[in-house]
């Protein structure tokens, strides 16, 4: 469970999150969703400690995030929107070395799982200088996987994913969270979000809109799946 207290995030005084309290259950799927300036990227990375000047707690079921960073890194997968990777390792390489972060039995074997479930072929051997941007993602999204960590946070890193690659992750996080884990993923696109969540948080201007079980949502969103815009409206209408 990851436990989020009364979270204020400013940019330049301007609030980017405002008074956010929020619960990421274990064994569920939650989506964050919200307009572009939402918040939603603020929140992840708040989420997994790596914003200094915040304010309001973070809890990783009973540990506070800021007092145990070590311990809980050791268990938590980030793939975040922004892909800064080691250009000078391979595929092999750079997954190996963050799967060494954190328990993995059978090192190698683990690895060349999670990239074949990535959809990472021979391009796993070039270097990560010489990788698309698409090429990248996947290489953040196989690091963020690897030895099984028992929280994962995904912002904006399933996006544009090849409709193979993305069947495979997403059967792959529902196995994970049936097994017990924290997932979280912020995307904008909603046919995701509804296909692969089991609650959905709603963001907007730094606020917290509303928190929705899936079919809560599929009710909302029924007659509007074309237009997000017009469910954003719908839903902060209803807070």
Known sequence: MITIE????????QPALDDISLTFAPGKITGVIGPNGAGKS????????????????IYYDQQLLFKNRFPIKKQLGYAPEDTELFPYLNG???????????????????VDAILNLGGIGDERQDLIMNYSHGMRKKMALAAALIGEPRYI???????GLDAPTLE??????????????????????????????????????????????AQ??????????????????????AK
């Open 6 to 13: 009364h979270l204020i995030v400013r940019y330049e005084e």
């Open 42 to 57: 603020t929140l992840i990375k708040a989420a997994v400690g790596i914003l200094k000047d915040v304010n309001g707690q």
């Open 92 to 110: 092999v390489e750079f997954v190996q070395l963050i799967g060494t972060l954190r328990p993995t039995d059978n090192l190698a074997g683990a």
């Open 153 to 159: 946070l995904i912002d904006e890193g399933l996006n």
């Open 168 to 213: 495979g992750i997403k059967q792959y996080l529902r196995g994970r969270a049936d097994a017990g884990c924290t997932i979280v993923v912020a995307s904008h696109d909603l046919a995701l979000i509804k296909t692969l969540c089991d609650t959905i948080v709603v963001l907007n201007e730094g606020q917290l809109v509303g928190s929705f079980s």
């Open 216 to 237: 809560e949502w599929e009710t909302i969103i029924q007659d509007q799946a074309a237009d997000p815009d017009r469910i954003y409206e719908i839903v902060s209408r």
